[in-house]
């Protein structure tokens, strides 16, 4: 049995402004209009004997993950989901994993561990590999994917092979490398035998359990205590990471504590295409280039520019004389930068987070459990949202005390709680929520609810909010 | 008695995306908040003997400027308006100016010639040469503005001084030169003796009058058909150009059709600091640089970029690496390019034209007589705008066939008649026009009325409009 677990946190503060803490990368849409984490669930599904998927995550991404899982074919296959209350880097998630896998399936499990933000192209090529790994990995061999390098890239760790494995692709590590020198990378292309390290391993449970306890001893009885303390805590859905007992293991990468020190890891060379799609260049490779060299996502006019990528949501976008530039422009925020420079979007986006800056954190659209909201214009005296409703969903029975609500429903069809009133509101009708009035918005129909609502008061912030009764558990 | 004639006609579709068909460059608002119109007339009001100002423009913009003549003090001056149903050049203008000037002033009335798009700094100078200039224009003369050249500029025109004209500043012009190559321009500066023609004029109605009949017969007689063709569409405050006459005039400038043959042509050098608001590079220059030579308006991250023209209006703008750019920023066009080369913005709006754009003709705030209105969004199916409304004004009383719409006051009080209803809709209530039924908004208030409107309907565009009574002449 195989088991692809989903490593779905890292923030991708190198993508802002369309990657945000409420927005991580995973879940932006690419140029071909899906997502990293739903590419990475049809890779997942595309394996053999796969009957469940374990996505780990943060807490605050359950709702979105849930729902980039249910808005593909998943043919049978359960999802999971082990939620952590803050990022605790790989090795306490795994162990985690591995303790949550065992408690269903058993020891022998084969775990397939699969970052979300990786693009694989070649999928035929991906599933050889992942079958020949799960064969290695029921061996008790712990398997690294190694990637063959196209060119001498510094910001990537490596993995040297030493002897290869008898009758199978893989060869025994001889190291790991840390992100070397671009002198040193380049002699590794030279030399040969020393690949990228992805990121993705596949192992038993045992078997990685058995490392833990031979290299990481500690680390496994504080991620045991913290199993002990979460299994109260789940659902058969999902599994909520205790937090006082998640935040005594150590914050460590599995590289360190396990594979860089286990006798039985092994490199397997991979067949399929990898990208790591980590900064905007990456990124600008997807989209196709036109005569000059830009490659263009929404509508763009180019005067005598080359070599540039210019993303835009929905503003027209003119650019005149440039070469080898990056633009992305959002509704409430814009980059312009040296295409050779887009990894220094790290320092904006530290400067946006002293700031407590509100592009940091949020778009102008926030997904919810329900559906979406957008903010159209907050002028501090007034706030216009619009709000979409999923067909059979439900925002939750609340009240605000200073602010009083205007409904229009554009699309679709609501049906209001005001007060102790229960209606239907139709398209082109409209409702009026006083401060105070306990209420709540549902979309009983089978089409999308789309509504807008002017907020009016003295204090319009989102925490000015009780909530009674939700479907999502967050009263 | 003085009469400056404040010519506000152009596009400046060089100054685009915040200049556009519906809004020119005299519009704009500057860095220090206020418009080049409002400068101009500010300019033309510290004249001395100023008892009246002509402003003309298209038809279009005559609400707003007036909007803008309005917003400043202007202590017993009158304004007035001729209004061109579209440009043709400055000769048909200023005969048509000359020609209302001398019908309520007579022959003597001195002109003084101010395009609205010229940034004049040093204000005592400048009216010191306007009175130098009134003076020679009493004598006779048709008076130029010759600017100092600070640099070999190949975009302007360029007038040759030969004699002084005695006991005066004035010289008498040796000739016009069309804009020249850059090392003419160069040979101009070193050898002195010529100035930059900045359109800048100054004379009597009756020498303007006699040179047109001298060098321009035609045209005159053409210019008088038109005034008598006009008149009667004139009200005190205001005086509507005849179209189909004034299409018959030749389209030429003023220096073409008089200047470049008058015997009594002199040039004036000015002492005042003159700019001409042409191109974004121009108008980066009105900005503080920061030690980087950065030039920000907005909220601007820089990270290592330098000599930079940073313009927005309401997003986080964050630049990378950049060098010698210019960025402008508006809700819905977003202009990128080399300091170098925004003269070439004029391609990007043929483009936009062609295309027939809405980015080409209207922002997304517009401006009405009565106040302004914002589309927020506009999805097909409903549209949302903000509409501010004036104390005391009024919307025409209408009605739509094809839309209802939602009226949400958010600011201020409104008096709203709806079908055969009226009644006050304070600040935090709604009302509902069904489609067909009359309606008018109004602000009987001392504050600022804002009022959100969802409009709902199968078609949403602004030509669904029937108008039965109106303020400002629209039905």
């Not at 998630?93 to 949550?100: D, E, I, Q, S, T």
């Not at 280039?289 to 830009?294: I, Q, V």
């Not at 501090?380 to 605000?400: N, T």
Request: aromatic residues 8%.
């Amino acid at each position: 049995m195989l088991i692809p677990v989903v490593l779905s946190g890292g923030a991708g503060t190198r993508l802002w402004p369309v990657s945000r803490e409420g927005h991580p990368k995973t879940f932006m849409r690419l140029a071909d209009g899906s997502s990293l984490l739903q590419k990475t669930y049809a890779r997942a599904l595309a394996c053999n004997d796969v009957s469940e998927v374990l996505t780990i995550t943060n807490r605050d991404y359950y709702f979105h993950s849930k729902n980039v899982w249910h808005s593909q074919t998943s043919a049978g296959s359960t999802p999971r989901f082990l939620l952590e209350p803050f990022g605790r880097n790989t090795a306490p998630a795994l162990l985690l994993g591995a303790l949550k896998i065992r408690a269903r399936h058993g020891d022998d499990a084969v775990m397939l561990v699969l970052p979300a933000d990786h693009l694989i192209e070649n999928l035929e090529h991906f599933i050889a590999d992942v079958q020949a790994a799960a064969q290695l990995a029921s061996q008790g061999y712990l398997v690294t994917f190694g990637i063959q390098p196209t060119h001498p890239e510094s910001g990537f760790g490596y993995i040297r092979a030493s002897e290869k494995i008898p009758s199978s692709e893989g060869y025994r590590v001889g190291g790991f490398i840390e992100k070397p020198s671009a002198e040193k990378a380049e002699s590794f292309i030279r030399a040969g035998g020393h690949y990228w390290n992805s990121g993705m391993f596949c192992f038993t449970v045992q078997a990685l359990l058995e490392a833990f306890s031979r290299h990481a001893p500690q680390l496994l009885a504080q991620g045991e205590a913290c199993w002990e303390a979460s299994v109260r805590k789940r659902t058969d859905a999902h599994c909520d990471i205790d937090e006082a007992t998640f935040s005594q293991i150590e914050d460590i990468s599995i590289d360190y504590a396990i594979m860089e020190k286990g006798e039985n890891v092994i490199v397997l060379p991979a067949r399929f295409d990898w990208s790591d799609i980590g900064s905007w260049h990456a990124l600008s490779q997807l989209v196709a280039p036109d005569e000059h060299g830009n490659r263009s996502i929404g509508e763009v006019i180019n005067i005598d520019s080359s070599n540039c990528f210019i993303q835009s949501e929905d503003r027209l976008v003119a650019t005149i004389g440039l070469d080898d530039m990056v633009i992305v422009d959002t509704p409430d925020a814009l980059l312009v930068s040296r295409r050779d420079q887009t990894q220094k979007v790290r320092e904006v986006v530290k400067q946006l987070k002293q700031r407590d800056h509100a592009t940091y954190k949020l778009h102008r659209t926030v997904s919810r459990p329900w559906g979406t909201y957008t903010v159209l214009e907050d002028s501090g005296r007034y706030k216009i949202k619009r709000i979409e409703v999923k067909p059979g969903a439900s925002l939750s029975l609340q009240l605000h005390y200073h602010r009083s609500e205007h409904w229009i429903v554009v699309c679709g069809m609501a049906r209001v709680v005001n007060g102790d009133k229960e209606m239907l509101v139709n398209t082109n009708e409209s409702t009026y929520i006083p401060a105070g009035h306990r209420h709540r918005l549902e979309n009983p129909g089978v089409v999308e609810l789309v509504m807008i609502e002017v907020q009016s008061g003295d204090y319009l912030g989102e925490d000015d909010i009780v909530r009674f009764q939700d479907n999502y558990g967050r009263t």
